[in-house]
Every structure is written in structure tokens, then in C-alpha cells.
């Protein structure tokens, strides 16, 4: 059994660029979700799906973010025009269906560079 | 508004020691609360979790203490080792349905040096 994965892993852009990154859950988890952990700070949640529907969104996704999960597997974020202090580290979590729902299994990060 | 406030920032510990670290939340609504484990450039990995309705869950040197009156768990890593150095986080999620129910609401974190 795979944990969750995320790709790129690092992510340096120009200020004003379009970014997508890409979250694989961990199979058969059918939550899924994006938190944003910028220096020294905790993670701070961004959004939620269940499927394919996104069922929660946190103040933080402003209107240049957007995250989708089209077949319910797996989820891509994207940042539109990018602004230096959009860069943290992205993290995607997973949790079962069955179980304590409550458990988020985190992936590795993509950490994102705006310059 | 934070809602998990986690001490202290940071922790040294010699090696075979205790070390302690401190979470307190403010929402009643909160009834399960993990831990997690954050070695640099890694994301964040669960380390152990309880629930209100117990006082205390040990696994292996890692023990929760909890106190639902007051409103304040800790983590107790006994034996403390080296490869323990790593940045903590306590955590807080409702059980209830609904808006907000999906949501880990992570104290500041704690790192922990355990030297030699």
C-alpha cells in the first residue's frame, strides 16, 4: 500500500505564473484534502472533497486557486498569477471511507517558490 | 483566533530523557486529537491519537495525556532518542457533521532536539 502522493515535490516560479500540482490519495480513501503550511507555522486547511464533490473551502483559497478531483482518484490545485506570498508548502492528505474518519494521512509536499 | 495553542516552540533534550510538549484548544466541539511527526522537508506523519473519553493512550515510548476539563492534552516521548529530533504538532478535529467537521486545526508546533 502506496501512501499519498505528490508531484512536483519542489516548484520554483516567476511571480504571475499559473501553477498545477498534482495529489494521488492513498486507494480507496475517498476524502481528500489540501492544507497550506507556510514556515514555522502549523498546516492550515484549504479544501475538502469527498469523491469528486469539493464540500468545503477554507477563506484562505482565494479566487486564483482552484482544486478539482474530476473522477474522484486523484486532485490537482492550481494558482493562478502567482504572488510571492503564495509560497509555502502545499501538503495533500487522504482519509478512509471506513474507520476513524477523522485520520488525514499527509503526503510528502510540493513546496512551492515564487520569486 | 488560534485555536490549538501548542507549547513550548522549541525543546532540548538530552538523550534518555523526557520530552514533554503541551497543547490547549478552545472548541468543545474538538473530540479527536492526533499528533504528528515533521522531519524537515517531509509532510507531516501520524504519530498517535486519542479521544476524550479516555484520559491517556501509551503506544511504545509515545504517550497523550489528556485532560477534557481543562481543556489540554500533552505528548510524553519516553527514552528519548536522537532520531526523535523532529518538529511536532498537536491537532484538533470535531466529530460532528458538517461545516468545519473535515477540518485539522494544528497547533504552531514544537521542535524537539534530542542531543547526544
Known amino acids: 500500500d502506496t501512501g499519498v502522493s505528490q508531484d512536483p515535490r519542489h516548484k520554483i516560479t516567476k511571480r504571475g505564473q499559473n501553477v498545477t500540482f498534482r495529489c494521488d490519495p492513498i486507494?480507496?480513501?475517498?476524502?481528500l484534502y489540501w492544507y497550506r503550511q507556510t514556515l514555522g507555522q502549523g498546516p492550515e486547511f484549504l479544501t475538502y472533497?469527498?469523491?469528486?464533490?469539493?464540500?468545503?473551502k477554507s477563506r484562505l483559497l482565494s479566487d486564483r486557486f482552484s482544486a478539482e478531483r474530476p473522477k474522484g482518484s486523484f486532485s490537482t490545485l492550481e494558482i493562478q498569477r502567482t504572488e510571492q506570498g503564495d509560497s509555502a508548502m502545499y501538503l495533500c492528505?487522504?482519509?478512509?471511507?471506513?474507520?476513524?474518519?477523522?485520520?488525514?494521512?499527509f503526503g510528502p509536499g510540493t513546496r512551492l517558490l515564487v520569486l | 483566533q488560534q485555536q490549538v495553542k501548542q507549547s513550548p516552540q522549541s525543546l532540548i533534550v538530552q538523550k534518555g530523557g523526557i520530552s514533554i510538549i503541551n497543547c490547549a484548544y478552545e472548541?468543545?466541539?474538538?473530540?479527536?486529537f492526533p499528533w504528528y511527526q515533521q522531519f524537515p522537508g517531509k509532510g507531516p506523519a501520524l504519530l498517535i491519537a486519542?479521544?476524550?473519553?479516555?484520559s491517556e493512550k501509551k503506544e511504545g515510548r509515545f504517550t497523550i495525556s489528556f485532560n477534557k476539563s481543562a481543556k489540554q492534552f500533552s505528548l510524553h516521548i519516553m527514552d528519548s532518542q536522537p532520531g526523535d529530533s523532529a518538529t511536532y504538532f498537536c491537532?484538533?478535529?470535531?466529530?460532528?457533521?458538517?461545516?468545519?467537521?473535515?477540518?485539522?486545526?494544528f497547533g504552531k508546533g514544537t521542535k524537539l532536539s534530542v542531543i547526544p
Open positions: 472548541n468543545t466541539a474538538f473530540d479527536y
Open positions: 472533497f469527498q469523491n469528486e464533490a469539493q464540500l468545503e
Open positions: 486507494s480507496e480513501h475517498n476524502r
Open positions: 492528505a487522504s482519509s478512509p471511507v471506513a474507520g476513524v474518519r477523522q485520520t488525514q494521512y
Open positions: 486519542i479521544r476524550p473519553d479516555v
Open positions: 491537532a484538533a478535529i470535531p466529530t460532528y457533521s458538517g461545516a468545519g467537521s473535515y477540518q485539522l486545526t
